[in-house]
T-cell receptor, first 115, second 114 residues
Framework: AQSVTQLGSHVSVSEGALVLLRCNYS??????LFWYVQYPNQGLQLLLK??????LVKGINGFEAEFKKSETSFHLTKPSAHMSDAAEYFC?????????????FGSGTQLTVLP | EPEVTQTPSHQVTQMGQEVILRCVPI?????FYWYRQILGQKVEFLVS????????KSEIFDDQFSVERPDGSNFTLKIRSTKLEDSAMYFC????????????FGSGTQLSVL
């Protein structure tokens, strides 16, 4: 079975500071990994994904994540936080079951950006 | 960008009542999903649907739950007799094809069971 652990249910950073959201995964097969963002009253929006190509993945809104197999990690970073980045972020791993892929999500990290 | 649409955005019901949550997936997508998120907990997989049948379901998806694609556009989740613990945000999602990893999510239906 595959699983995802997100360290830190709440992270606060100052505007302009580095954002680092941690995600560790467990998978018996090479994983596909994702970061989703959820803004208030909205659905889950894909930020970026790792699908066994480049280990450093760039996403939307200046976010990127690095796949590190040795550490089973897929941490999300952004060099300079913006107020609009305040949201909940979910790391997810994809498993393939029959004809359908499904996602297993982490518990989420609420990012607060302080002025 | 195309969107997955869910209605209603909020649903309040009495315990024991039936509810139907509605979703309109993206029109050329073939794989459909329901997930739910209980307040303060993880987003959990409920069920996947392809070719007019359930392809996978979690242990949460018991006999009280059913899904249907009644026509070419809608994808519904029915809870036959709601329980207090069914209160959650329910997300519909769709995917274009088996090899396309990107899941498009709707904005969710907040179900409150009283």
């Amino acid at each position: 079975a595959q699983s995802v652990t997100q360290l830190g249910s709440h992270v606060s950073v100052s505007e302009g500071a580095l954002v680092l959201l941690r995600c560790n995964y467990s998978s018996s097969v090479p994983p596909y990994l994702f970061w989703y963002v959820q803004y208030p009253n909205q659905g889950l929006q894909l930020l970026l994904k790792y699908t066994s190509a480049a280990t450093l993945v760039k996403g939307i809104n200046g976010f990127e994540a690095e796949f590190k197999k040795s550490e089973t990690s897929f941490h999300l970073t952004k060099p300079s936080a913006h107020m609009s980045d305040a949201a909940e972020y979910f790391c997810a791993v994809s498993s393939y079951s029959g004809s359908a892929r499904q996602l297993t999500f982490g518990s989420g990290t609420q990012l607060t950006v302080l002025p | 960008e195309p969107e997955v649409t869910q209605t209603p955005s909020h649903q309040v019901t009495q315990m024991g009542q039936e509810v139907i949550l509605r979703c309109v997936p993206i029109s050329n997508h073939l794989y459909f999903y329901w997930y739910r998120q209980i307040l303060g907990q993880k987003v959990e997989f409920l069920v996947s649907f392809y070719n007019n049948e359930i392809s996978e379901k979690s242990e949460i998806f018991d006999d009280q739950f059913s899904v249907e694609r009644p026509d070419g556009s809608n994808f519904t989740l029915k809870i036959r007799s709601t329980k207090l613990e069914d209160s959650a945000m329910y997300f519909c999602a769709s995917r274009a094809g088996a090899t396309n990893e990107k899941l498009f999510f709707g904005s969710g239906t907040q179900l409150s069971v009283l």
